[in-house]
């Protein structure tokens, strides 16, 4: 079965990206609102996209987190998510997955992305991020750090002694990143699929210098520096990346596995594959097989 999604391309990211810079130095918009919708596009994905009732098998989640920023304040925030408990005895893994940034869980249904990860044959658990679907709140990186330490909290208490996998692909990745960092030595194992190697990084790339007019207050809540949680991570997983990505370059994964802070890691090169066709491409389903086998 194939997954369906949106083809972000990279001539229409950048004829987009172009745009929205181009209004913004017209008019007088300002930076941090641009970074924020560009990284973060809730409102477009969930008018696209609306959230049905959980689908047969699954239940709704609901969690209430408190998210702390780097300037000493905080905000009250619940995420929405679903969990299929598939039964199973004790060593039944539970995998947790973090979508990208164009997708809610309306789109996980519709693009089949949500039946394929039910082929695992393991307890599946998604959450959309703050802000998307019916989750409250805005997105930034202490938020997505937030909800995954409650997801995981959550799920021990749900499905206690279950082995606890983490999976994320593209901003989902650093997601599931920074959960892998946190709570490494409670979680059994993770897989970060197209994941780049910082926002900073990935920013200038595409905006160029247009990036360092982006406010420091915004970019201090939305680091997602991958190389240097990378160093600090020990427990073992799996980084898969297409070589062919032009959205995040596949130099971005390597550099992240590279730093990564175990020799049992694996990297597994798609060859060919692009940034939203990984999906489709079976050895990317018979490699996560063997991470939850382990």
Excluded at 69 to 79: E, H, I, K
Excluded at 129 to 152: D, F, I, R, W
Excluded at 156 to 166: D, E, F, M, S, T
Excluded at 207 to 234: E, F, M
């Amino acid at each position: 079965m194939d997954w369906t999604p949106f083809k972000l391309t990279r001539r229409l990211f950048m004829q987009v990206t172009t745009l929205a810079f181009a209004v913004v130095f017209l008019t007088g918009c300002d930076w941090e609102k641009i970074a924020q919708d560009g990284l973060y596009p809730a409102a477009k994905v969930n008018e696209k996209n609306p959230v049905p009732d959980a689908p047969a098998g699954y239940e709704d989640v609901f969690l209430g987190i408190n998210v702390q920023y780097p300037d000493g304040t905080s905000q009250a925030m619940r995420v929405h998510g679903w969990l299929k408990d598939i039964g199973g005895s004790a060593t039944t893994p539970v995998v947790i997955f973090f979508h990208g940034n164009g997708m809610n869980l309306g789109s996980m249904v519709s693009s089949n992305l949500l039946k394929m990860l039910e082929d695992l044959n393991s307890h599946v658990a998604v959450m959309d991020y703050p802000g998307y679907g019916k989750s409250t709140g805005q997105p930034s990186e202490p938020a997505m750090l937030a909800m995954s330490n409650a997801t995981v909290d959550w799920l021990q208490a749900r499905l206690p002694g279950r082995p606890i996998y983490v999976w994320g692909h593209s901003l989902g990745a650093s997601v599931a990143m920074g959960m892998a960092y946190h709570r490494q030595h409670e979680i059994a194992g993770w897989a970060f699929t197209s994941i780049w190697s910082s926002l900073d990084q990935l920013a200038h790339k595409h905006y160029g210098n247009n990036w360092d007019n982006v406010p420091a207050s915004w970019k201090a809540k939305n680091v997602y520096n991958n190389v240097a949680l990378a160093r600090g991570l020990t427990l073992p997983g799996f980084v898969h990346h297409g070589d062919k990505d032009d959205i995040i370059p596949f130099e971005m994964g390597s550099s992240v596995f590279n730093a990564l802070a175990n020799p049992a890691s694996a990297m597994l090169t798609l060859t060919g594959r692009e940034h939203n066709d990984v999906f489709n491409d079976p050895r990317l389903w018979d490699a996560m097989r063997e991470l939850l086998q382990n």
